[in-house]
């Protein structure tokens, strides 16, 4: 921390999961006070194990569509509790969306009485099955709002909504990220997305499962450096009043994801088609331009590198080898695509 920043007093809502507990160890790193509330739905003990006894971390097992009480004069509210994986946001639909109307509405609340500023981790699922590409804020997305995905992209939505509404009538200093696809490490490796699916299976030696042809895009962001980007929203000083894409622009097929995770795990699993699943996005790439422009952010690791620190994380976490003929240069099957996930 230099001398010209405070200490903070930050609460992290979803911070056991994936991305929240990265975030808490960055604030933490910063030398704020952090405090974690969660439900523990897919967030895990494991993830902030190490931080329990740091004098500045403090766990609260709570579930925020209840009213969140703390004690300690909060600065800073972070919003990122919510399941992000399509089979658990949909195992129990109407408390998804319940997470994102009510739990951020509790939040906000809280926020307001403490004078704190909010942070709403938001989708790239707000744009839907996109019929714009890449996707910039300004599309209002194309998503169907009976489907079994509903529970979350609607639920997103009004959360938004809830956010601009907030801060439109001066009660809340309120801010919105839309983050696209995520990857790293302390991904459940039991919860369905796409890049733990591949990896943990490709060190199994199970086959790899794509659902569909596998020619739908995703464009994969490595979580350190989506992190950097939530913090400098959070902390740019004028609240740009929009909703910011964070994401790494690199588009992949998810047959080209697939390829690239066998290489570099050195598995020979076969790959097994599946049903595409209901509403399932055929194209995201993120425009951001908004992000480079407000925050002078944009994403450092190419998917190879982000990888390349993922897959042993996840070899040493289910203790399972690493094949001894993993690649060490790693040569993807689109030379086209990384090339353009590193200029992009
Ligand atoms: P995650 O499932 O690993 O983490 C979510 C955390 O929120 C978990 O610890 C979970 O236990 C907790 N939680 C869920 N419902 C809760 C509730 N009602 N009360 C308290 N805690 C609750 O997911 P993640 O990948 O870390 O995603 C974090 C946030 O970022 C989510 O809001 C998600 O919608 C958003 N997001 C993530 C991605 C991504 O690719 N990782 C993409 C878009 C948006
Ligand atoms: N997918 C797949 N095999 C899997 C898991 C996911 O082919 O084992 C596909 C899924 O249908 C989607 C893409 O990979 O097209 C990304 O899925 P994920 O669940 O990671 O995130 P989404 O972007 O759909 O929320």
């Known amino acids: 921390m230099t001398a010209s920043t405070k200490k903070k007093t930050i609460l992290v809502a979803g911070g056991a999961g994936f991305v929240g507990s990265h975030l808490c160890d960055v604030l933490l790193a910063d030398g704020h006070r952090v405090i974690c509330v969660d439900n523990f739905q897919t967030g895990s ?4 194990r190490a931080l329990r006894n740091h004098p500045d971390f403090k766990l609260i097992h709570g579930d925020i569509c209840e009213p969140i009480i703390v004690r300690e004069q909060l600065d800073q509210i972070y919003n990122l509790a919510c399941p992000a994986s399509p089979p658990q946001y949909q195992a129990d639909p109407i408390h998804t969306m319940l997470t994102s109307v009510v739990g951020t509405a509790n939040l906000l ?4 009485k403490n004078g704190a500023s909010f942070l709403q981790a938001s989708t790239s699922e707000v744009y839907g099955d996109p019929e714009q590409h890449p996707q910039h804020e300004d599309y209002w997305g194309h998503v169907n709002c009976t489907g079994p995905r509903a529970c979350y992209d609607e639920g997103k939505r009004a959360a938004e909504t809830l956010c601009f509404d907030m801060l439109r009538t001066g009660r809340v200093d309120a801010r919105v990220v839309r983050i696209f696809n995520t990857y790293g490490p302390r991904m459940s490796p039991n919860d369905g997305r796409i890049v733990s699916n591949l990896i943990v299976q490709a ?10 042809s596998g ?9 350190s450096d989506l992190v950097a980007g939530i913090v400098g929203l959070m902390n740019v000083s004028a609240n740009p009043g929009v909703p910011v894409n964070i994401g790494n622009p ?9 390829d690239l995770v066998l290489e570099m795990t050195g598995s020979a699993s076969p790959i097994k088609h599946l049903p595409l699943p209901v509403d399932d ?3 995201r790439r993120p425009d951001i331009g908004r992000a480079k422009k407000l925050l002078d952010w944009e994403p450092r690791l190419p998917l190879s590198e982000g990888l390349a620190l993922t897959i042993p994380w996840f070899a040493e976490t289910l203790d399972l080898k690493l094949p001894k003929q993993r690649s060490t240069t790693i040569r993807p099957r689109s030379e086209r695509a990384l090339a353009a996930a590193v200029h992009s």
């Open 45 to 48: 003990m494991d993830n902030v």
């Open 109 to 112: 609340k809280l926020a307001e």
């Open 203 to 212: 060190l199994r030696g199970e086959p790899l499962t794509i659902y569909g």
């Open 215 to 223: 020619e739908q895009t995703r464009s994969f962001c490595f979580v």
């Open 250 to 258: 690199g588009e992949f097929t998810i047959s080209e994801l697939a």
């Open 281 to 283: 996005p055929q194209r």
